[in-house]
């Protein structure tokens, strides 16, 4: 018996949409890990790494086991400093911002970068967190296109149908590079081919090939030769921790700082995860 019992009508509604999980072999439920895995997205093997470990240990009795604050308070150490200009320069870009969570950098990236008057263009099959960063984008007044899963043709014609109408904003495109449900990879050099065409900027999530494509394992951009405006990617698949970034050209970093509010209104990542992580990245870049 809970404490505080709920209100009876808001009983009811849980008991009813229970009731039809459980009818459509939909239930959820949270059990502690055991037999082989299947299903991590631990690609690396770096997650029990003790270099990663020793790294976090150093970092937390030097720096403490919480951040303190959001970054733009007293968040914002040597450590997270470092991993941005480490992860930067693993993507070829001038920059990089830090984010807590890969949800909560898709979801919270995109309606900053896109608003009234614009409009953004997303994979069919793009991860829950563009489809929930697209809806934020919609509710601040953009205009969201769902072009065909791969189809870089189709999403040509909607972005040139979209420059033929009255709209005078600008237009992002996202799509995931390794789309996670399927394992497929995205077409960058047709996508970048049309963003070129009509003036629209590239958002690539890179969670599932950061670590693992390219020369260097900088992710599917550097596997096809394409250097995208702006890549997402976690820390917490193939690097084996936790967190998120975003890399691209340091005016895109300044207006996220100002602009993205999963940004600004989050505590920052804790120094020994952001420690462990830029041990990651010089291990996967080895």
């Known amino acids: 018996m809970d404490r505080l019992p709920l209100p009876q009508l808001w009983i009811q509604r849980l008991e009813r949409l229970s009731a039809e999980r459980q009818a459509q072999g939909l239930t959820r439920s949270i059990a502690p890990a055991r037999g082989v895995d299947f299903c991590s997205n631990d690609y690396l093997g770096l997650r029990r790494d003790p270099r990663l470990a020793e790294a976090a240990a150093r970092a937390a009795r030097d720096l403490g086991s919480g951040a303190g604050g959001a970054r733009l308070l007293r968040g914002t150490t040597p450590v997270h400093d470092a991993l941005e200009e480490a992860l930067a320069a693993w993507k070829g870009q001038a920059s990089a911002l830090l984010f807590n969570t890969g949800f909560q950098c898709n979801a919270t990236v995109i309606p900053a970068l896109a608003g009234a008057g614009d409009a953004v263009f997303s994979d069919r099959l793009n991860h829950a967190s563009i489809v929930d960063g697209c809806r934020l984008a919609r509710a601040g007044g953009a205009q969201v296109e769902i072009y065909g899963h791969g189809d870089a043709a189709d999403l040509d014609r909607r972005l040139a149908s979209w420059r033929a109408g009255t709209a005078r ?10 789309f996670s449900m399927d394992g497929d990879a995205a077409d960058l050099p047709a996508l970048m081919a049309a963003c070129d065409r009509h003036g629209a900027l590239l958002l690539v999530d890179e969670a599932h090939a950061t670590g693992l494509l390219g020369a260097s394992g900088a992710g599917l951009g550097e596997a096809q030769g394409v250097l995208p405006h702006l890549s997402m990617g976690t820390l ?32 920052a990542l804790p120094a020994p995860v952001a420690a462990a992580a830029l041990e990651a990245v010089r291990i996967a870049r080895e």
């Not at 904003?169 to 390794?178: E, F, N, R």
């Not at 690097?239 to 505590?267: E, K, Q, W, Y």
């Open 236 to 267: 917490g698949k193939a690097l084996g921790g936790f967190g998120a970034f975003v890399a691209g050209p340091a005016l895109m970093r300044d207006h996220l700082i100002n602009a993205c509010r999963g940004f600004i209104f989050s505590t």
């Open 169 to 178: 904003g600008l237009a992002l495109v996202v799509s995931d590079t390794v």
